[in-house]
């Protein structure tokens, strides 16, 4: 079975870091695009960042220059590093994975999701 493990959530000042980790486990062949997705209350979940298997990311506007997707093929890891945080980036920070695992003969493709790690940004 595949899991996606975070950590890295917490507590922040306006204007502080913080970095978010997450790892993909179990048995399978490929991870394809890992993002992190993030909602907070009241509101819908909403694409922050992804990374594809080869390095090419994209960013949500709002994060744009602030936040930085990366990710360790080699360690099955995807991280966030977040700077110059703002209360809004208070949220739930969810990451995601697409995996590629063996069904019978054939290759199938899922998302995953992580179990959420609560980042908050206040003084």
């Known amino acids: 079975q595949v899991q996606l493990v975070e950590s890295g959530g917490g507590l922040a000042q306006p204007g502080g870091s913080l970095r978010l980790f997450c790892a993909v486990t179990?048995?399978?062949?490929?991870?394809?695009?890992m993002a992190w997705y993030r909602q907070a209350p009241g509101k819908q979940r909403e694409l922050v960042a992804a990374?594809?298997?080869?390095?090419?990311?994209n960013y949500a506007d709002s994060v744009k220059g602030r936040f930085t997707i990366s990710r360790d093929n080699a360690k099955n890891t995807v991280y966030l590093q977040m700077d110059s945080l703002k209360p809004e980036d208070t949220a739930v920070y969810y990451c995601?994975?697409?995996?590629?695992?063996?069904?019978?003969?054939?290759?199938?493709?899922?998302?995953?999701w992580g179990q959420g790690t609560q980042v908050t940004v206040s003084s």
């Open positions: 995601n994975a697409n995996v590629r695992r063996w069904s019978g003969l054939a290759l199938s493709s899922g998302d995953y």
């Open positions: 179990g048995r399978f062949f490929a991870i394809d695009a």
């Open positions: 990374i594809t298997s080869g390095g090419n990311t």
